[in-house]
Antibody, heavy 120, light 106 residues
Framework: QVQLVESGGDVVQPGRSLRLSCVASGFTFGSFAMHWVRQAPGKGLEWVAVVSNDGTNKYYEDSVKGRFTISRDNSKNTLYLQMNSLRAEDTAVYYC?????????????WGQGTLVTVSS | EIVMTQSPATLSVSPGDRVTLSCRASQSVSSNLAWYQQKPGQAPSLLIYGASTRATGIPDRFSGSASGTEFTLTISSLQSEDFAVYYCQQYNNWVSFGQGTKVEIK
Protein backbone atom coordinates (compact mmCIF):
# COMPACT_ATOMS: atom_id res chain seq x y z
CA GLN A 1 0.00 0.00 0.00
CA VAL A 2 1.01 3.64 -0.38
CA GLN A 3 3.24 4.95 2.37
CA LEU A 4 4.84 8.33 2.85
CA VAL A 5 7.29 8.66 5.73
CA GLU A 6 8.69 12.06 6.63
CA SER A 7 11.76 12.71 8.73
CA GLY A 8 14.14 15.50 9.60
CA GLY A 9 11.99 17.67 11.84
CA ASP A 10 13.80 19.26 14.78
CA VAL A 11 14.08 22.30 17.02
CA VAL A 12 16.21 24.96 15.34
CA GLN A 13 17.10 28.57 16.00
CA PRO A 14 15.78 31.37 13.80
CA GLY A 15 17.95 31.90 10.73
CA ARG A 16 19.21 28.32 10.67
CA SER A 17 18.56 25.61 8.08
CA LEU A 18 16.91 22.20 8.06
CA ARG A 19 16.26 19.53 5.44
CA LEU A 20 13.17 17.36 5.51
CA SER A 21 12.86 14.04 3.70
CA CYS A 22 9.88 11.98 2.65
CA VAL A 23 10.38 8.37 1.55
CA ALA A 24 7.61 7.00 -0.63
CA SER A 25 6.56 3.44 -1.33
CA GLY A 26 3.65 1.52 -2.79
CA PHE A 27 3.25 3.55 -5.97
CA THR A 28 5.29 4.67 -8.98
CA PHE A 29 6.91 7.68 -7.33
CA GLY A 30 8.41 9.05 -10.53
CA SER A 31 4.99 9.37 -12.13
CA PHE A 32 3.51 11.81 -9.62
CA ALA A 33 4.05 15.43 -8.70
CA MET A 34 4.66 15.69 -4.96
CA HIS A 35 3.77 18.37 -2.46
CA TRP A 36 4.64 19.69 0.97
CA VAL A 37 1.80 21.01 3.16
CA ARG A 38 2.28 22.40 6.66
CA GLN A 39 0.13 22.96 9.72
CA ALA A 40 1.12 25.31 12.51
CA PRO A 41 0.20 24.07 16.01
CA GLY A 42 -3.55 24.33 16.50
CA LYS A 43 -4.00 25.98 13.11
CA GLY A 44 -5.19 25.09 9.62
CA LEU A 45 -3.44 23.67 6.59
CA GLU A 46 -1.11 25.64 4.34
CA TRP A 47 0.28 24.42 1.04
CA VAL A 48 4.03 25.02 0.80
CA ALA A 49 5.46 23.71 -2.46
CA VAL A 50 5.13 21.28 -5.36
CA VAL A 51 7.65 19.56 -7.61
CA SER A 52 6.75 17.95 -10.92
CA ASN A 53 7.20 14.24 -11.43
CA ASP A 54 10.58 14.68 -13.14
CA GLY A 55 11.80 17.42 -10.81
CA THR A 56 12.03 20.11 -13.45
CA ASN A 57 9.13 22.33 -12.35
CA LYS A 58 8.85 23.71 -8.85
CA TYR A 59 6.39 26.18 -7.35
CA TYR A 60 6.22 27.74 -3.90
CA GLU A 61 3.87 29.56 -1.59
CA ASP A 62 4.86 33.22 -1.46
CA SER A 63 6.08 33.27 2.15
CA VAL A 64 8.69 30.55 1.50
CA LYS A 65 9.92 31.66 -1.93
CA GLY A 66 13.66 32.21 -1.91
CA ARG A 67 14.08 30.40 1.41
CA PHE A 68 12.77 26.88 0.76
CA THR A 69 13.75 24.49 -2.03
CA ILE A 70 11.76 21.41 -2.97
CA SER A 71 13.51 18.59 -4.77
CA ARG A 72 13.27 14.87 -5.38
CA ASP A 73 15.41 11.85 -6.15
CA ASN A 74 13.33 9.40 -8.13
CA SER A 75 16.03 6.74 -7.87
CA LYS A 76 15.55 6.79 -4.11
CA ASN A 77 11.77 7.43 -4.09
CA THR A 78 12.48 10.42 -1.88
CA LEU A 79 11.13 13.96 -1.70
CA TYR A 80 13.05 16.74 0.04
CA LEU A 81 12.42 20.18 1.45
CA GLN A 82 15.48 22.31 2.13
CA MET A 83 14.49 25.09 4.49
CA ASN A 84 16.86 28.03 4.95
CA SER A 85 16.58 31.27 6.92
CA LEU A 86 13.96 29.72 9.15
CA ARG A 87 11.54 31.98 11.00
CA ALA A 88 9.34 31.44 14.04
CA GLU A 89 6.31 31.44 11.75
CA ASP A 90 7.69 28.37 9.94
CA THR A 91 6.99 26.33 13.07
CA ALA A 92 4.61 23.59 11.97
CA VAL A 93 4.06 19.95 11.23
CA TYR A 94 5.22 19.39 7.67
CA TYR A 95 3.41 16.77 5.62
CA CYS A 96 4.41 15.37 2.26
CA UNK A 97 1.42 14.58 0.09
CA UNK A 98 0.70 12.78 -3.13
CA UNK A 99 -1.85 13.91 -5.70
CA UNK A 100 -4.66 11.57 -6.64
CA UNK A 101 -3.52 11.67 -10.26
CA UNK A 102 -0.08 12.43 -11.63
CA UNK A 103 -0.57 16.20 -11.77
CA UNK A 104 -3.31 16.61 -9.19
CA UNK A 105 -3.22 19.38 -6.65
CA UNK A 106 -5.51 17.54 -4.24
CA UNK A 107 -4.09 14.84 -2.10
CA UNK A 108 -5.11 11.24 -1.56
CA UNK A 109 -2.17 10.20 0.60
CA TRP A 110 -0.34 12.10 3.28
CA GLY A 111 2.59 11.19 5.49
CA GLN A 112 2.33 11.24 9.26
CA GLY A 113 4.12 14.58 9.40
CA THR A 114 7.35 15.82 10.94
CA LEU A 115 7.47 18.69 13.43
CA VAL A 116 9.69 21.68 12.82
CA THR A 117 10.05 24.09 15.72
CA VAL A 118 11.86 27.37 15.16
CA SER A 119 12.76 28.94 18.46
CA SER A 120 15.67 30.59 20.18
CA GLU B 1 -4.86 34.56 -3.95
CA ILE B 2 -8.17 32.78 -3.57
CA VAL B 3 -9.51 32.95 -0.02
CA MET B 4 -11.64 30.06 1.21
CA THR B 5 -14.03 30.84 4.06
CA GLN B 6 -15.64 28.03 6.02
CA SER B 7 -18.63 28.30 8.30
CA PRO B 8 -19.36 27.74 11.05
CA ALA B 9 -16.04 27.48 12.88
CA THR B 10 -17.53 24.93 15.26
CA LEU B 11 -20.62 22.78 14.99
CA SER B 12 -22.01 20.98 18.04
CA VAL B 13 -24.10 18.02 16.95
CA SER B 14 -25.37 14.65 18.09
CA PRO B 15 -24.81 11.24 16.51
CA GLY B 16 -27.45 10.62 13.88
CA ASP B 17 -27.82 14.30 13.02
CA ARG B 18 -27.67 15.59 9.46
CA VAL B 19 -24.74 17.97 9.22
CA THR B 20 -24.08 20.67 6.64
CA LEU B 21 -20.73 22.42 6.38
CA SER B 22 -20.21 25.44 4.16
CA CYS B 23 -17.24 26.75 2.22
CA ARG B 24 -17.18 29.92 0.12
CA ALA B 25 -14.51 30.89 -2.39
CA SER B 26 -13.55 34.53 -2.92
CA GLN B 27 -13.67 33.97 -6.68
CA SER B 28 -14.61 31.21 -9.05
CA VAL B 29 -12.80 27.91 -8.56
CA SER B 30 -15.02 26.02 -11.00
CA SER B 31 -15.47 22.52 -9.53
CA ASN B 32 -11.87 22.33 -8.33
CA LEU B 33 -12.78 21.87 -4.71
CA ALA B 34 -11.84 19.11 -2.27
CA TRP B 35 -12.89 18.28 1.27
CA TYR B 36 -10.71 16.64 3.92
CA GLN B 37 -11.33 15.20 7.36
CA GLN B 38 -8.68 15.50 10.05
CA LYS B 39 -8.80 13.76 13.41
CA PRO B 40 -6.53 14.78 16.32
CA GLY B 41 -2.93 13.73 15.84
CA GLN B 42 -3.56 12.45 12.32
CA ALA B 43 -2.92 13.67 8.82
CA PRO B 44 -5.90 14.88 6.79
CA SER B 45 -7.75 12.33 4.66
CA LEU B 46 -9.43 13.07 1.35
CA LEU B 47 -13.22 12.83 1.35
CA ILE B 48 -14.42 14.61 -1.77
CA TYR B 49 -12.81 16.03 -4.91
CA GLY B 50 -14.23 17.72 -7.96
CA ALA B 51 -16.74 19.28 -5.52
CA SER B 52 -18.92 16.15 -5.47
CA THR B 53 -16.91 12.98 -6.20
CA ARG B 54 -16.31 10.76 -3.21
CA ALA B 55 -12.77 9.46 -2.82
CA THR B 56 -12.17 5.72 -2.72
CA GLY B 57 -13.62 4.06 0.35
CA ILE B 58 -15.58 7.08 1.57
CA PRO B 59 -19.07 6.13 2.85
CA ASP B 60 -22.03 7.47 0.92
CA ARG B 61 -23.26 9.40 3.96
CA PHE B 62 -20.71 12.00 2.83
CA SER B 63 -21.74 14.12 -0.13
CA GLY B 64 -20.55 17.34 -1.71
CA SER B 65 -22.35 19.95 -3.76
CA ALA B 66 -21.68 23.30 -5.34
CA SER B 67 -23.52 26.44 -6.37
CA GLY B 68 -21.30 29.07 -7.92
CA THR B 69 -18.66 29.88 -5.34
CA GLU B 70 -20.55 28.21 -2.50
CA PHE B 71 -19.71 24.63 -1.62
CA THR B 72 -21.35 22.28 0.84
CA LEU B 73 -20.28 19.08 2.54
CA THR B 74 -23.21 17.11 3.93
CA ILE B 75 -23.02 14.19 6.32
CA SER B 76 -26.43 12.55 6.16
CA SER B 77 -26.32 10.80 9.54
CA LEU B 78 -23.35 11.61 11.72
CA GLN B 79 -21.50 8.62 13.13
CA SER B 80 -19.23 8.70 16.18
CA GLU B 81 -16.14 8.39 13.99
CA ASP B 82 -17.11 11.55 12.08
CA PHE B 83 -16.30 13.94 14.91
CA ALA B 84 -13.30 15.75 13.46
CA VAL B 85 -12.17 18.94 11.74
CA TYR B 86 -13.17 19.37 8.11
CA TYR B 87 -11.26 21.48 5.60
CA CYS B 88 -12.16 22.61 2.14
CA GLN B 89 -9.42 23.21 -0.43
CA GLN B 90 -9.47 24.85 -3.83
CA TYR B 91 -7.03 23.74 -6.50
CA ASN B 92 -8.22 25.90 -9.38
CA ASN B 93 -5.49 28.50 -8.85
CA TRP B 94 -2.62 26.93 -6.95
CA VAL B 95 -3.85 25.68 -3.58
CA SER B 96 -5.59 27.28 -0.65
CA PHE B 97 -7.45 25.80 2.29
CA GLY B 98 -10.31 27.03 4.40
CA GLN B 99 -9.69 27.55 8.10
CA GLY B 100 -11.65 24.43 9.04
CA THR B 101 -14.91 23.52 10.74
CA LYS B 102 -14.74 21.49 13.92
CA VAL B 103 -17.61 19.03 14.35
CA GLU B 104 -17.91 18.29 18.04
CA ILE B 105 -20.23 16.30 20.25
CA LYS B 106 -23.15 18.28 21.62
Amino acid sequence: QVQLVESGGDVVQPGRSLRLSCVASGFTFGSFAMHWVRQAPGKGLEWVAVVSNDGTNKYYEDSVKGRFTISRDNSKNTLYLQMNSLRAEDTAVYYCAKGLYSGSYYFDYWGQGTLVTVSS
Amino acid sequence: EIVMTQSPATLSVSPGDRVTLSCRASQSVSSNLAWYQQKPGQAPSLLIYGASTRATGIPDRFSGSASGTEFTLTISSLQSEDFAVYYCQQYNNWVSFGQGTKVEIK
